[in-house]
């Protein structure tokens, strides 16, 4: 079968990506890792989809491609809002 | 091959669910969830349900960790700590090693994968299978199953989505007004991503097609993966994907709070309402034959209808969920 | 004919596969946040592109070819913007990239990994 040295490749990123989230050290190093587990996820659905002879199913991949990246935003939204707290409570003391 | 895949994956699985247990930052909490929602799509897909899976994607990718972040923001980053007596915990511990005892105990009595001797197998799957096409006239089953035959379940589905956003709603607050901040401060935490030019840009363009698959899976569901539940979630990350982006303040301009709410109750309204008119006309609750002259014209209607119903409501209570934790930030 | 494009595409999965692995390889050895991101998100450009590619020659002229097509689209614009936002919250809450510090090559401890 053509589609299991990439899917095993892709099944092995995934463990080390885990195991980048899991070590951390900081909270950055956890997003990357989320943010690579979704692309991988969506490449893993994308080949399977092919491999079970299921195209029509590329919707799943096409679902985490378009909404993946708003987890991401969100982060940066949150960091950047408790900097602005963090900011205004120093200087209100 | 598909089966050591799985395997592979749901080992995965257990290593994240214990770290997500053991992690007493509530951050990598939330990150960890991401993952364990990313398995357990492919693990879905894998096992052949892809509606399932579409939904866990559709929920799990954009909404969830939204959501989680947005809950995080009112509480501190790490869990309180909890002191256990040693009594307590080695009930604990008993209690869990008896249930999962028990669980193994009954796993030993389940059917192989796929046995097509099964018990889900032998009552009423072949009946659904067998009666689709004729009755309904859809390709995808799990829509006739989940629209027509057990309709009813599916409006129950809809009233847990109702009761759950006007639970989130009634505890956040939906009349809270911003208290008073200095103006600058003010400014700076409406203004949100809006300076950040590169995903400002992207954002704009990935709105719309987000919407427009939204729209496909909405509308599509009878025939591919899709229906209601799946179209509302991607259509709600969309809008929050905008309300991230343009500041809370503008995407509450673009659905005002009362065109929410008359968003969360009109879906399901609508739902119900298919199933009265089915009763005015002659016909039994949510039984959409009766909708139309030919039944299975009655049946596409019904279907569409009650779909559209459940895509409203989800978008409605979900973003209503989004403004109420951001709102709730900002103070 | 047909097994040619077989071989095509097994080549660019193949292809594509090892992007994707070495990527993995990076994230977890590279020392510090900025190298790792290095690391992911140009494998996270390359690797999707090949697998994509040799995807798309096994589907054929199809729907699923042009829904191939939107997800490289997808992926392609989405990855930079995921990869932008992380680059910025981490430098905007003072993480620092690591140093080398002596000629030993040893880094400094993983930035200031505070927040």
Known sequence: MIFYPVLFALIATMALALARALLGPSLYDRVLAVNMFGTKTVLFLAVTAFMLGRPDFLDLALAYAAINFIGVLAVLQFFQSREIRQRYERQGR | ?331 | MASVIDMISFALLAAGGFCVFVGGVGVLRLPDLYTRMHAASITDTAGPLLVLAGLALQAGWSLALFKLAVILVFLAVTAPTAAYALGNAALVSGYRPAVVSDESGATDSEGEGHA
Not at chain 2, 36 to 60: K, P, Q, R, W, Y
Not at chain 2, 268 to 277: D, K, T
């Open chain 2, 1 to 331: 091959m598909t089966l050591i895949f799985g395997v592979f994956l749901l080992i995965l699985l257990v290593i994240v669910a214990l770290a997500i247990v053991r992690s007493e930052d509530l951050f990598a909490a939330v990150m960890l969830s991401g993952i364990f929602s990313l398995l357990m799509a492919v693990n879905f897909f894998l096992l052949d349900a892809a509606d399932v899976a579409l939904t866990e994607a559709a929920v799990g990718a954009g909404v969830a960790t939204v959501l989680f972040l947005g809950a995080l923001a009112l509480t501190g980053k790490e869990e309180a700590r909890h002191t256990v007596s040693p009594g307590g915990r080695w009930l604990a511990l008993g209690v869990s090693f008896a249930t999962a005892s028990l669980l193994f105990y009954a796993s030993l009595e389940n059917p192989h994968i796929g046995d097509g001797s099964a018990p889900v197998h032998q009552h009423v799957a072949p009946w659904y299978l067998a009666n689709t096409l004729p009755l309904i006239d859809i390709p995808n089953v799990v829509t006739a199953v989940l629209g027509s035959f057990r309709g009813f379940d599916t409006l129950g589905e809809v009233f847990v989505v109702f009761t759950a956003g006007i639970g989130v709603m009634s505890i956040l607050g939906v009349r809270h007004s911003l208290v008073e901040l200095s103006g600058a401060e003010l400014d700076a935490r409406q203004r949100s991503l809006r300076h950040h030019l590169i995903p400002r840009i992207v954002g704009r363009g990935m709105v719309p097609l987000i919407m427009l698959f939204a729209l496909y899976v909405q509308f599509h569901g009878e025939y591919s993966p899709g229906g209601g539940f799946q179209a509302g979630a991607i259509a709600a990350a969309a809008i929050i994907l905008y309300s991230l982006l343009e500041g809370d303040d503008r995407g509450r301009e673009l659905l005002p709070e009362w065109l929410l709410r008359l968003m969360v109750a009109g879906g399901a309204l609508l739902y119900g309402g298919v199933g009265l008119a089915c009763v005015l006309l002659g016909g039994n609750f949510l039984d959409y034959s009766v909708l139309a002259t030919v039944p299975s014209a009655g049946q596409h209607l019904g279907l569409l209808l009650i779909e559209l119903g459940v895509g409203i409501t989800v978008t409605g209570v979900l973003i209503s969920v989004f403004h109420a934790f951001a709102r709730r930030a900002s103070r």
